[in-house]
C-alpha cells in the first residue's frame, strides 16, 4: 500500500487543525449565546458556557430585540422556512415539466425555449437586482411571500440537471410505453418522476439551502418587521446606531438560523453530497 | 445530445413549458431589458423626465475613480479569498484522502460551513474580530497589535477575506476529494515501486491529474467572491473603512438604493451582467476540455 507509513499522525494533525477552525466561530457563538450582555461586554468573555443558554433562547425567539422592534425570532424562522420551501419547491415544480418538454418532445422554438431558460443560469440575481426590484414593486409584491420567492424562482440550474437526467433514460422505456398505450402524461408520472426521485431529494437539499441563506434580495422586497427573515434580522439587530448591541440575543439568533440548514446537511447527507457535485456538472 | 423516441404534439409540451417560460420572462429578461434601457438614460434630480445618454453612463461609470478603485477591491478580494479557500480546501482534501478512521467524522465537520449563509458567516467572524468584544480581537491587543477594523483598511479586508474563505472551504473540499478519489490507485502505486517520495507523487501525478477540477474550482471561487459575498460586506464592514472593502455588487446596490443614481447603477448592473457571462462563457469552455479529458 502507498498510503501506509509511519508520519500517519501528520493528516490527523491537519485536519483536526482544519476541524478547529472551522468549529472554532461557531463555538464561540454558542458561548456567547449562554451569557449575560454583560459578561459579553466585559471583554474578554469567558470561553466556557455560561448558564444563560435557554433564558436567551427563550427571549430571542419570544421576544426578539428592542432593535429589531420586539419582532420574535420565532416569526422570523417561519418566514425563512416560507421562504425556503417555495423556492425549492418552485424551482422543482416549474423545472421538471419544462426539462421533460424540451427533452421529450420535437417542436417549433424548442431550442429559443429551451436557450431562453437557460440564459438565466448566467445571470445571479445580484446583478440585476434594481431593475428586478421595480419590477417586484410594479406589481406590488413588496413585502408578500411571493415578491420574496418569485424572482429567484427564475433560474436554469435546476432545468438543466433534470435535463441531463432525462437524456440519460432509456428509448426502449419510451417506446415500451407507447405500446402500451401511455401518453406523455401517463408517462411523465408513471415512469419519469419515479426515476427522478434521488435526483428531486438532491435538488431539494441544495435548493433549500439556497433558499434559506438568501440575503440581497429579502434585503430589498421586504420592509415590514412581521416580513423580517431571520438572516435578516441578525443584520438589523446588530444595526449599526447607538444604542447597545445586545450580544448574547444575537448570538442565540445566530444559532437558530444556522440550524435548519445544518440539520438539512447532517441528515441528508448523501443527497446533499450528490446535489451538490452533479449541479455543478 | 438529442433523444430518439420522442412523443408528438406541441399543445402538452407548451402547457409544461408555460410556468418556467412566463417566470424567466417576467423576473429575468424583463428587469435585464429594463437595466440596459437604464443604463443608457439619465434622469433629473426630481424624476421627472429622463433623457436618452446612450454610452454616457457607462462612460461616467469606467471614468469614475471611485469605480476603478471598487474593481480594484473586487479583485483583490476575490482573488485573496480564492486563493486562501482553494489552498485550505486542497490541502484538507489531501490529508482526508490519506486518513482511514475518523473519514467520515472529519468529511461531514468540513461539510458544515457550506450551509451557512455567507451573511451569517460574517456575523460570526465579527463576533470574534470586534474590536471592543471580540475574544480574538482583545488578544491580539494584549500582544500589542493595535487591532480596529473599522478604522484599518487591511484589516478590514483581511476580515471580509477570512469570513468569506470559511465558508467557502467546504466546497472546495468536497470537490478536490472528489477529484483525488477518482485517480487511480494504480498510477500512484507504480511511481511508488519507482521510488517515488510521497512529495513528488503529489506534484507529478495527483497535482496535474487535479488541474480541470482546480481550473473548474477558480472561476467557481471567484463567481461567489464576486457575488455571493454581498451579505459578508453589508454585515462587517458596509464598504469601510473609506471604502477600502467596497466590492462591485455592494456598490451597485448602495449607488442604486442608498445614493439613487439609477443610471449609473443599471451601467453597473449591464458591466457586472458582462463580467458573469464572460466567466460562464470561460467555464462552459473548460467543460467542453473536462469531457475530452476524462
Keep these: ?281 | 445530445m438529442e433523444r430518439r423516441v420522442v412523443f408528438s404534439g406541441w399543445l402538452f409540451p407548451a402547457f409544461l413549458l408555460m410556468p418556467q417560460l412566463a417566470v424567466t420572462l417576467v423576473f429575468f429578461f424583463w428587469p435585464a431589458a429594463q437595466a440596459i434601457l437604464q443604463s443608457m438614460r439619465r434622469e433629473d434630480a426630481f424624476g421627472l423626465s429622463t433623457q436618452f445618454v446612450a454610452a454616457e453612463n457607462f462612460a461616467a461609470v469606467l471614468g469614475d475613480p471611485f469605480y476603478l478603485a471598487s474593481a480594484e477591491v473586487t479583485l483583490l478580494f476575490s482573488v485573496a479569498v480564492a486563493v486562501l479557500a482553494l489552498a485550505a480546501g486542497l490541502l484538507l482534501a489531501v490529508m482526508a484522502d490519506r486518513v482511514v478512521r475518523g473519514a467520515a467524522v472529519y468529511k461531514t465537520v468540513l461539510l458544515l460551513p457550506y450551509a451557512v449563509a455567507p451573511a451569517i458567516a460574517g456575523v460570526l467572524w465579527l463576533f470574534l474580530f470586534n474590536p471592543s468584544i471580540g475574544i480574538i480581537a482583545v488578544g491580539l491587543r494584549r500582544l500589542g497589535i493595535d487591532w480596529n477594523y473599522l478604522l484599518d483598511a487591511d484589516q478590514a479586508m483581511l476580515l471580509v477575506v477570512l469570513a468569506a474563505a470559511w465558508k467557502q472551504i467546504s466546497y472546495n473540499f468536497l470537490f478536490f476529494l472528489a477529484g483525488l478519489q477518482s485517480i487511480p490507485a494504480s498510477l500512484l502505486e507504480a511511481s511508488a515501486i519507482d521510488g517515488a517520495s510521497p512529495r513528488r507523487r503529489f506534484w507529478t501525478i495527483v497535482f496535474p491529474l487535479l488541474a480541470p477540477t482546480s481550473f473548474f474550482l477558480l472561476v467557481v471561487n471567484i463567481v461567489y467572491a464576486f457575488f455571493d459575498t454581498f451579505g459578508i460586506i453589508h454585515n462587517v464592514t458596509q464598504g469601510g473603512p473609506a471604502k477600502a472593502t467596497e466590492i462591485l455588487v455592494y456598490k451597485v446596490w448602495y449607488d442604486g438604493m442608498v445614493g439613487l443614481d439609477l443610471g449609473s447603477s443599471a451601467a453597473q448592473s449591464v458591466i457586472l451582467m458582462a463580467i458573469v457571462i464572460g466567466l460562464t462563457a470561460i467555464q462552459f469552455r473548460f467543460i467542453e476540455r473536462r469531457v475530452h479529458y476524462a
Design chain 1, 1 to 281: 500500500m502507498v498510503t501506509a507509513r509511519s508520519s500517519a499522525w501528520v493528516p490527523h494533525a491537519v485536519l483536526i487543525t482544519g476541524l478547529a477552525l472551522v468549529l472554532f466561530p461557531v463555538y464561540v457563538a454558542f458561548v456567547g449565546s449562554s451569557l449575560t450582555a454583560s459578561d459579553i461586554l466585559d471583554a474578554p468573555m469567558s470561553l466556557v458556557p455560561g448558564p444563560h443558554l435557554f433564558e436567551n433562547f427563550a427571549r430571542a425567539l419570544g421576544a426578539g430585540t428592542v432593535k429589531t422592534s420586539g419582532e420574535p425570532v420565532a416569526a422570523m424562522l417561519l418566514n425563512s422556512l416560507v421562504m425556503a420551501l417555495v423556492i425549492a419547491a418552485g424551482k422543482i415544480l416549474i423545472s421538471l415539466p419544462s426539462a421533460y418538454a424540451v427533452v421529450f418532445f420535437r417542436f417549433p422554438l424548442r431550442r429559443l425555449c429551451f436557450w431562453a431558460i437557460f440564459v438565466t443560469l448566467m445571470l445571479p440575481v445580484e446583478v440585476r437586482i434594481i431593475p428586478t426590484y421595480k419590477i417586484a414593486a410594479d406589481l406590488s409584491l413588496i413585502d408578500s411571500y411571493a415578491g420574496l420567492t418569485l424572482p429567484l424562482v427564475a433560474s436554469a440550474t435546476a432545468t438543466l440537471l433534470f435535463r441531463q437526467f432525462f437524456l440519460t433514460i432509456p428509448d426502449e422505456l419510451v417506446e415500451a410505453a407507447k405500446i402500451d398505450g401511455a401518453g406523455p402524461w401517463r408517462f411523465l408520472i408513471d415512469t419519469v418522476i419515479p426515476l427522478s426521485r434521488t435526483n428531486i431529494a438532491a435538488l431539494f437539499v441544495i435548493l433549500f439551502i439556497y433558499g434559506w441563506n438568501q440575503y440581497l434580495w429579502p434585503l430589498l422586497v421586504t420592509n415590514t418587521p412581521s416580513m423580517t427573515t431571520i438572516v435578516i434580522g441578525i443584520r438589523q439587530m446588530i444595526g449599526n446606531g447607538d444604542t447597545q448591541t445586545e450580544w448574547h440575543i444575537v448570538m442565540a439568533t445566530t444559532l437558530l438560523a444556522v440550524l435548519p440548514p445544518v440539520l438539512v446537511v447532517l441528515l441528508m447527507q448523501r443527497w446533499f453530497v450528490k446535489g451538490l457535485v452533479e449541479a455543478e456538472k
